[in-house]
T-cell receptor
């Protein structure tokens, strides 16, 4: 039962262009969403989050959009840089009372110089 | 601020052997998580502690896995006996409270031969 899905295993983007990473969820009780970035041989690092009371959150080059009716969120990176090349995971929590974070399977982003 | 510390970084064992992983969370973080990440998949929660009490261990294979956080600070995760399918990265994470972003350690890469 995959409650959080990232249907694109990989994405390649030219440096300077926009990267859009997508995430879908099935549990309507989720109310807090996070994006993590992971480099090889390192643990995931927090990137940006959004609460279900918002539909957009920005932090520098990173913007997360939340569409609750579609149960969909996306991460936009503008402009993309080679250092952004990593695996990106979305995670969701809420509703269970235990604030258990459910992670997607990840999207490998490659930014081409 | 020191991050989440994990050891060892790598471990190779034969099936049916036992292994233990150690985690020291960020100082002051009450919530500690152990995740299992199999290659090509997202992190899967094994167990969540709030101080020294277990909040969620629904996905912990209790016939072979055990975890403790005796003094509400550092934690150990043990596998006994190990199976081939336990080969994965074991990630420890902590958060200040249960509904805040997670900070991950670098993980322990376990190979079961």
């Amino acid at each position: 039962d995959q409650q959080v899905k990232q249907n694109s295993p990989s994405l390649s983007v030219q440096e300077g262009r926009i990267s859009i990473l997508n995430c879908d969820y099935t549990n309507s009780m989720f109310d807090y969403f996070l994006w993590y970035k992971k480099y090889p041989a390192e643990g995931p690092t927090f990137l940006i989050s959004i609460s279900s009371i918002k539909d957009k959150n920005e932090d520098g080059r990173f913007t997360v959009f939340l569409n609750k009716s579609a149960k969909h969120l996306s991460l936009h990176i503008v402009p993309s840089q080679p250092g952004d090349s990593a695996v990106y995971f979305c995670a969701a929590s809420g509703g269970s009372g235990t604030y258990k974070y459910i992670f997607g399977t990840g999207t490998r982003l490659k930014v081409l110089a | 601020e020191a991050g989440v510390a994990q050891s060892p970084r790598y471990k190779i064992i034969e099936k049916r052997q036992s292994v233990a992983f150690w985690c020291n969370p960020i100082s002051g973080h009450a919530t500690l998580y152990w995740y299992q990440q199999i290659l090509g998949q997202g992190p899967k929660l094994l167990i969540q502690f709030q101080n020294n009490g277990v909040v969620d261990d629904s996905q912990l294979p209790k016939d072979r896995f055990s975890a403790e956080r005796l003094k509400g600070v550092d934690s150990t995760l043990k596998i006994q006996p190990a199976k081939l399918e336990d080969s994965a990265v074991y990630l420890c994470a902590s958060s200040y409270t249960s509904n805040e972003k997670l900070f991950f350690g670098s993980g322990t890469q376990l190979s079961v031969l």
